[in-house]
């Protein structure tokens, strides 16, 4: 079993989940079950599947769960940017958050590809 606390990609991940929280602490109320919830899932989510993927026996499953990581990292991009359309967060915010997301994708692609060079 790997432990998930050692990976980079996973510290930098819990990071941008506190700083999203942050963020969307800002929304308006009324976004509470709305977009401020489907955010928070999503940037939990990232760090949470790479961790999930380490507890798995086979390097096939850890990938697969890197993917559903990746994926999770996308859907988040895309709300920060539909958020910033709407005016709830602030073009450099945005652009802040984003270079964060970037790096953990390379990040996670690497280590993907990395496990799969194992399989």
Known sequence: MRNFRDLEVWKCSVMLVKKIYFITGKFPKEEKFGLVSQINRCAVSIPSNIAEGCSRTSQKDF????QISL???????????????????????????????????????????????KS
Do not use: H, M, P, W
Not at 63 to 66: D, E
Not at 87 to 109: M, P
């Open 71 to 117: 994926g999770s990292s996308f859907e988040l991009e895309t709300q920060i940017e539909i958020a910033k359309d709407i005016g709830f967060i602030a073009d450099s915010v945005c652009s802040e958050i984003i270079l964060e997301l970037n790096i953990i994708q390379k990040r996670i692609q690497s280590l993907k590809k990395f496990v799969d060079t």
């Open 63 to 66: 990938s697969r769960f890197l």
